[in-house]
């Protein structure tokens, strides 16, 4: 918690004259006290209008349970970073290349591998939203994916033990189980964490805060609710480090022991789910809000793509059918449309991210890497994302709005996509640096010069460190920022079904990958990556002509 505190700002304040002050003349014969509420509001209650309008908004104080739940949703973290970070070489590699592996498929058919459980791995969120909504609400169904997840890192970490790995068929049922099991439980995790961290911040309304100074301001909410969000990333970057220390483990001692921690992790994150479980905040399952929303999206698109042609008297009156919501249900399912909105482009960005996960991996395969495995290099985004996060949340974001200059979710976004553009666009340099490097140029380890696979080209994998710092800045201003925009414009019991869209974003880039699989091999890897950086720059581009004008203006929230 003190780490969290320390590093993020912890007190955020809004600039009175920038966002929520009132414009103000004065004149040589004006009352100061003129200015000021009649009657002020003491510590705890609510702040009146004028109080909101002329005093500085500050992050509230915040909960245990929220800290606890992010505690959970990062141990999960932990497990997926940790034992997804060696899958790619332990899909391509054999047992005998100098780069560990098991299963020997080359890259071209992990990448399709990895690939495709990347993008199962981000639909399945959908079916955990669906369970948390309509059957167990979303802290049991917390509890029983972590459990899922820790069954699956169990029966990897048992099937990579010396004796199972041997047997190439073990191995690979073992990793196909693992897998299976991953998608579903990091999938319920997602869903159901991601907003039941924020439901325990349970505060909806603006209230008076006195500092020990003296000074009275207002705890906001939206404030509060960005602070959990950029905490809780924060906290991810944290749990993205495994990566870092399981593939060392892989590479010096063995799979067995690089996906040991990741059982551990999951076992550590389900304690305060069973030591604190009275005291968190349930929202209770809302009866099966997203299969009523899939209906009335079917209603809708068979009435001409009209929202209003799902509503019940629209239906009573066409089809003599009675549906199972009412008109608030279809404005609000409006609403939550609009916020999903500004997701729309992220499958784009994911389609880049993701090269992290498969390509990138084994660029860094054919490069001298000085004793550092080459799946660890990855870990350089995390670590930039901590130390990032706090100082984008403390120094950039007030020094910008003490300068009045605008940069709310449609500029950070694009921002943001910017950054991961010229990250895939030096990656394809750097492709072409190792291409015109021996001793085997444009087929790195494959040449009789490379000693069965043995000898890289002579170029130091360190230079990947720029594709995922840039990456790992880019995050902080696209997915920060898409998921918190997205959780405050949608109405309250849209959230979930919000969270779960998001994701699925994910799973549309991950798929959009897959055809481009065919590029994953030598001598073709520059085209994809220059083909990559030039369709995220097209979509930066668009994003920003159809985005700009909501920092402009606020949406009403049902």
């Known amino acids: 918690m003190d780490a969290v505190g320390s590093g993020l700002e912890r007190v955020t304040e809004k600039e009175a004259s920038v966002e929520h002050q009132a ?19 003491a510590e705890g209650e609510p702040a009146t209008e004028d109080e909101i309008k002329n005093l500085f908004h500050v992050v509230d104080d915040i909960p245990l349970g929220v800290w606890l739940a992010a505690f959970v949703a990062s141990s999960e ?4 970073y940790g034992a997804t970070g060696p899958i790619q070489n332990y899909l391509q590699h054999d047992r005998r290349s100098k780069i560990p592996g098991a299963l020997g498929l080359e890259q071209a058919t992990a990448t399709l591998v990895m690939t495709g459980f990347m993008a199962f791995s981000y639909f399945t969120p959908i079916l955990g939203a669906i369970v948390a909504d309509a059957w167990l609400g979303r ?13 699956g890192a169990l029966i990897l970490l048992l099937t990579s033990i010396p004796a199972a790995i041997q047997n190439e068929s073990t191995a690979a049922a073992g990793l196909a189980v693992s ?7 990091c999938g319920g995790v997602r869903a ?5 961290i924020a439901d325990q911040y349970t505060e909806m309304v603006p209230r008076i805060k006195i500092r020990k100074n003296g000074e009275r301001v207002v705890a906001d909410r939206e404030l509060t609710i960005s602070y959990i969000y950029n905490a809780y990333y924060w906290m991810v970057n944290i749990a993205g480090l495994a990566a870092l220390g399981t593939t060392f483990l892989e590479k010096y001692v063995g799979f067995w022991a690089a996906y040991t921690p990741p059982v551990c992790a999951m076992a550590l994150g389900i304690v305060p789910l069973m030591t604190y479980r009275t005291k968190y905040v349930r929202v209770s399952p809302s009866g099966g809000i997203l299969v009523k929303a899939g209906h009335a999206l079917w209603l809708a698109a068979k009435g001409g793509f009209r929202m209003n042609a799902a509503k019940p008297g629209a239906q ?4 003599q059918q009675t549906l199972p919501w009412d008109d608030r249900f279809i404005e609000e399912l409006k609403l939550g449309l609009f916020a999903c909105r500004i997701l729309l482009f992220f499958p784009f960005h994911w389609l880049c991210l993701n090269q992290t996960f498969n390509n990138l991996i084994s660029q ?4 001298v890497n000085s004793g550092v495995p080459n799946d660890a290099i990855k870990s350089t985004n995390p670590l930039t994302g901590i130390f990032f996060y706090p100082f984008v949340q403390k120094i950039v974001y007030p020094w910008l709005r003490r300068r009045h200059i605008n ?9 943001g996509f910017f950054l991961l553009t010229a990250a895939l666009a030096y990656a394809a340099g750097l492709q072409q640096l190792i291409y015109n490097s021996g001793p085997c140029y444009d087929e790195p380890l494959k040449c009789p010069a490379s000693d069965n696979g043995r000898i890289p080209n002579q170029i130091s994998m360190f230079l990947q460190i720029p594709i995922y710092s840039i990456g790992g800045m880019a995050e902080v201003f696209c997915l920060t920022t898409g998921t918190e925009h997205a959780y405050n414009q949608a109405p309250k019991s849209m959230r979930s079904i919000i969270q779960s869209f998001s994701i699925a974003m994910a799973g549309v880039g991950a798929l959009i990958a897959m055809a481009f699989t065919p590029l994953a091999k030598d001598p073709h890897l520059v085209i994809l990556y220059a083909v990559l950086a030039g369709i995220l720059m097209a979509a930066t581009i668009v994003f920003y002509v159809c985005f700009r004008s909501i920092d402009k203006r606020e949406i009403e929230i049902l």
Not at 77 to 80: D, E, T
Not at 316 to 319: A, G, H, L, M, S
Request: include cysteine; hydrophobic fraction near 50%; charged fraction near 15%.
């Open 23 to 41: 414009p103000i003349t004065t004149s040589s014969k004006a009352d100061p006290s003129s200015f000021q509420t009649k009657v002020d509001s």
């Open 77 to 80: 973290r932990f497990v997926w």
């Open 139 to 151: 802290f049991w169904t917390t509890f029983a994916s972590s459990i899922i997840v820790f069954l």
């Open 179 to 185: 897998m299976f099991l991953f998608c579903f439980g």
């Open 192 to 196: 159901a964490a991601t907003p039941f």
């Open 316 to 319: 009573v009156e066409e089809n």
């Open 364 to 367: 860094a395969g054919q490069m």
């Open 407 to 415: 940069f709310k979710s449609a500029a950070r976004i694009t921002f």
